[in-house]
Every structure is written in C-alpha cells, then in structure tokens.
C-alpha cells in the first residue's frame, strides 16, 4: 500500500514525538513492502509564527489532498497565559476538524499490567480495563456561537446538536461495539439539557439497529466517577464533545500517563491520528516527552487503513518497550531512555526484534537502521 501523509508536528514537543511515529511507520513500510511519503506543514503556534494564522490555506490544501494526517501538539504559554488573544493555537485544529469534516474522535482507555503501580488507581480496580471513547468532534458548545457584552461581565457559550450529527457518530459507535464486548454507554446530561435529551432519543432509535449491543445511560456526573472506581464496566463510551474532552483525560490516569493516550479523528473522508498529550512546552527539546502516545496513534492510522497485522505489529514494539522498562521518565522516575531512545527501541523491534539485547534495565540496540 501506498499513502501519502501530512505531517502537522506542531508546537512543543510535538516535532519530537511526531519524528518517533515516523520512524515506526518507516519500519512497517520496510517490513510490511508498503510506502509511506511524508509532506510537513505549519498548525498551531509555529503556523501564527510563520504565516499569522493558526491554519493556513496551504495547509489545508495539503491536508485536502493527502490519504491521512498525523498531527502531533499545539499550543503555547505565551497564549496560555493571555486568554483574550483573539488569533489562538488551537483554532487551527478546530478549523480542521470542520474543515475536513471529522466528526468522530475515538480514544482507547487500556490499563497495562506493567504500569499500573504508575496509576493513582488501585491495581485491583484496573486489572482488565479496556474501553474507547467515541467522543462527537463537530459540534456541541465548542462551535456554538459565542458572546461577550462589550463591558466584559457577561459571556455566553450556545450548545447546539442536530440530529444528523448524532446518528452520524452513533453508528460508528455501535458498529465498534459489535467487533467488541457489545455494549455502548452513552453519557449525557438528559435530567438537565435539552441537547442532552436529544441526544439520548437519537441513540435510542439508532440502538434498535444492532439488537446485538446492549445500550446503557450514565449522566455526566456519575460517568465522571464510575470511570475511577469501576472502569472496567466500560465497553463504548459514546459522549458529545465538551464531555468526551473532560471524560477521556480524565481516563488517561488508567493508563498510568497521558503521554500513552493515543487518538483518531475520523471523517466520512478524511481522517487525522494524534495523541491527545498536549505540546507541553516546559520539555520541548529535553529528550524527555513520552512518544509512546504517537506511535500508538500510527497504530490506529494502519488499523484505519485495512492494516490490521502492522497495527498490531506497532502495539506489540510498545507493550515490549513497556515490559523491557524502555521508557520516559513519566513512566519510570529513574529511566535512563529518552523520547529518542524509546523510539528507536520501537522501530528496531518492529524491523527485527530479535535484533535487541537486553541486560536488567539496559537496552542495546542492534544493527537495523533507522531513518
């Protein structure tokens, strides 16, 4: 297979984690006989830098033309500490988001063995957690319109939802389901909003098209804490967009870091794969930020396409990464690997993992190239 990928790296750390999916795509292209051509562009910070927007219409355009996207972070202080900055960062990924149309984000929650002492959760509650967020990406009180009275004492934010958008995400929520433990929870607010009793209507109607799946409801409120104490009840976490944001970070703690938390977005055509860790600009060049959620996302991005052996061949290089203890220091306080080394650990046991040695903590990597 041949794909042409737009590569948006961002801002922050983002550069240094896209650079490690890369290279794990480099050595699934090798291994697997398929070709990978990566085009760079501008989002974010960097894009405002460079251009003075936060997308620029040549990214787009890129964007608009390529088979796929990986994205990598954006952001930055100087914009996190000015609120009433009317050109931002994250504008440009909201506009593409729109843009392209990609209406679904869809994050996986797994608890691995070898990291839950790195959880706040007890082991004994996380043991066999494994659910996915199909979070609505397009609409919701993130594109609603937005008001300010001129003095500054007033602000309003409109949620809005039609029903297209609803059954849209729902089917791909319950079509997942099947392929799983064939449950979906929908998480709403129904006792309160009106968006939120829509929502549980739609659901309902679209639920009667695969009697397979059982549909469940949780509000918000009560998602919020059954997602700490018991998330191994989850199968499909299907939520608008301002809860499944809150939701599937809050998730991340499963985990055991935020910096394995991968992500897709998907559009009726396009569709953009990204780790949802932020740009994080206090470790932006300190060989330090976690890539391990980016080359997950490169897992989601084959899997995307049909690729369902060199997905898989991506997740095993990293559940090795994790039980070899070749990790960042958010995963091991003491970790001698850096984002780099975690990577190339990756790579190389994708290409050939028998071509690694492993003494205790010490990893050597052996003769495979890297590009």
């Known amino acids: 297979m041949n794909l042409k990928i737009a590569v948006l790296s961002g801002d922050g750390i983002g550069p240094e ?25 501008y989002i ?22 390529t088979d796929s996207i990986l994205f990598g972070a954006i952001g930055d202080s100087k914009y996190d500490n000015d609120p009433s900055a009317k050109i931002r960062p994250e504008q440009g990924l909201l506009k593409l988001r729109k843009e392209l ?18 959880s706040p959760i007890k082991k004994e509650v996380l043991q066999g ?10 609409g919701g009180m993130y594109f609603g319109e937005k008001h300010t009275n001129e003095e500054g004492t007033y602000a309003s934010d409109l949620c809005e939802y039609n029903e297209e958008e609803i059954v849209k995400i729902s089917h791909l ?39 397979d799946v059982t549909l469940e409801f949780l509000y918000i409120d009560n998602a919020s804490m059954q997602i700490i104490v018991n998330p191994r009840q989850f199968d499909i976490l299907l939520t608008d967009n301002l809860f499944g944001d809150i939701l599937s970070d809050e998730a991340s703690v499963i985990s055991g870091s935020i910096g394995l938390m991968s992500s897709a977005s998907i559009g009726e055509k396009y569709s ?18 976690n890539p391990i959620a980016s080359i997950l996302s490169v897992a ?19 559940e090795k990464a994790i039980v070899s203890n070749v990790v960042t220091v958010d995963l091991k306080v003491d970790s001698q690997f850096g984002t780099n080394e975690v990577g190339d650990f990756i790579s190389n046991y994708i290409l050939n993992e028998g071509d690694l040695y492993f003494k205790k903590d010490f990893v050597q990597l052996g003769q495979s190239t890297i590009v």
């Open 272 to 289: 953009l794969f990204e780790p949802i860790h932020g740009c994080y600009t206090e470790a932006r060049g300190k060989n330090i930020a």
């Open 101 to 118: 149309g990609l209406f679904a984000n869809i994050r996986p929650i797994k608890a691995y063995p070898k990291l839950m002492n790195s």
């Open 300 to 318: 989601l991005l084959l899997e995307h396409f049909g690729l369902v052996t060199e997905s898989k061949k991506v997740i095993a290089a990293v």
């Open 17 to 41: 984690v896209t650079l490690q999916a890369k290279k794990a795509l480099h050595a699934i292209g090798v291994v697997y006989n398929h070709e990978f051509v990566f085009e760079d562009a």
């Open 44 to 65: 974010g910070a960097i894009a405002i830098e460079k251009t003075g927007k936060p997308l620029p219409e040549q990214t787009l355009n890129l964007c608009r033309n």
């Open 173 to 211: 929520a319950f079509k997942a389901a099947q392929n799983r433990r064939k449950k979906v929870t929908l998480v709403d607010k129904a006792n309160v909003l009106e968006t939120s009793r829509l929502w549980r209507r739609v659901v309902t109607e679209v639920a009667k098209e695969y009697p």
């Open 129 to 138: 957690t494994d659910f996915v967020v199909y979070r609505e990406l397009n």
